[in-house]
């Protein structure tokens, strides 16, 4: 069974400060990486995709993954209100068969 | 470029009727995807077509079928819809692996199922 885990959260942090919202998955075959945010009542958005071990920075957030530990991760720098959403983590394999977590509901307070 | 289209947007059906969500991209896409999301439970897969003429089952495929009418189009089809189907279903496209951004998907709007 492939299994993408996340923290339900809700995880809530003061304007300007960093969010860090973590991810694991089951699937040591997974190949793509990648977090999604929603908006309430919206469709999934891409914020951010990994495909190698590391750092990928882009604007105020960055991508963390650690295939070893089948772990990865997403940070938000200088968190704003608009940042209020649902975090998704999504993890692929070869066959692009594309599993997702339950989501972290993050709320930004000014 | 309307990327990827669902209809309908809302349905309401009695326990045991049957209805078909449509599904199409303009993105000449190779991957299409059909999930449903639960509160609380994030997004499920339920089938997904790699490429033209290939299907698979997902997480959750009991109670639907589904056809890649062609490589624009994938539908979802309820046979005997039950109340345990109520929910928001997403369809999504992605070029697929051996596209540049592999696997990145893009959602359609969402359809609102509810089954009484």
């Known amino acids: 069974q492939k299994e993408v885990e996340q923290n339900s959260g809700p995880l809530s942090v003061p304007e300007g400060a960093i969010a860090s919202l973590n991810c694991t998955y089951s699937?040591?075959?997974?190949?793509?990486f990648f977090w999604y945010r929603q908006y309430s009542g919206k469709s999934p958005e891409l914020i951010m995709s990994?495909?190698?071990?590391g750092d990928k920075e882009d604007g105020r957030f960055t991508a963390q993954l650690n295939k070893a530990s089948q772990y990865v991760s997403l940070l938000i720098r200088d968190s704003q209100p608009s940042d209020s959403a649902t975090y998704l983590c999504a993890v692929g394999d070869n066959n692009n068969d594309m599993r997702f977590g339950a989501g972290t509901r993050l709320t930004v307070k000014p | 470029n309307a990327g990827v289209t669902q209809t309908p947007k809302f349905q309401v059906l009695k326990t045991g009727q049957s209805m078909t969500l449509q599904c199409a991209q303009d993105?000449?896409?190779?991957?299409m995807y059909w999930y449903r999301q639960d509160p609380g439970m994030g997004l499920r897969l339920i089938y997904y077509?790699?490429?033209?003429?290939?299907?698979d089952k997902g997480e959750v495929p009991n109670g639907y079928n589904v056809s890649r009418l062609n490589k624009r189009e994938f539908s979802l089809r309820l046979e005997s819809a039950a109340p345990s189907q109520t929910s928001v279903y997403f369809c999504?496209?992605?070029?697929?692996?051996?596209?540049?951004?592999?696997?990145?998907?893009?959602f359609g709007a969402g359809s609102r199922l509810t089954v009484l």
């Open positions: 077509s790699a490429s033209e003429g290939t299907t």
């Open positions: 699937d040591r075959g997974s190949q793509s």
């Open positions: 993105m000449n896409h190779n991957s």
């Open positions: 999504a496209s992605s070029g697929g692996r051996q596209s540049s951004g592999a696997n990145v998907l893009t």
């Open positions: 990994i495909y190698s071990n």
